[in-house]
Nanobody
């Protein structure tokens, strides 16, 4: 079993930056594909970004502003979020799956964290 724990959320003004972290534990290696999703109040959970092996991929809404990366030695992935907008406000979830590929759907991932709140004020 793999446990995922997110951190780094908080309150930031529009135009600011935050870096989210997701640490994987429970095995000697983190899942091959890791991703970030978010869920705003009253909305469905949506894909944000993923990393599979050395490949990264993004939702169009965050492309050019967010950067996903991973540190395999620490079993941790990161989401650097720049130029934040009010509409980026949501609970951000880390997800992981042993499969390879550009996984973008909730059902593609077997492991999930508890989420971290990101609030962007105007």
């Amino acid at each position: 079993q793999v446990q995922l724990v997110e951190s780094g959320g908080g309150l930031v003004q529009a135009g600011g930056s935050l870096r989210l972290s997701c640490a994987a534990s429970g095995r000697t290696y983190s899942p091959y594909t890791m991703g970030w999703f978010r869920q705003a109040p009253g909305k469905e959970r949506e894909f944000v970004s993923g990393i599979s092996g050395g490949s990264t991929y993004y939702a169009n809404s965050v492309k050019g502003r967010f950067t996903i990366s991973r540190d395999n030695a620490k079993n941790t992935i990161y989401l650097q979020m720049n130029s934040l907008k009010v509409e980026d406000t949501a609970v951000y979830y880390c997800a992981g799956d042993p499969s390879a590929g550009a996984l973008r759907m909730i059902k593609d991932y077997v492991y999930w964290g508890q989420g971290t709140q990101v609030t962007v004020s105007s």
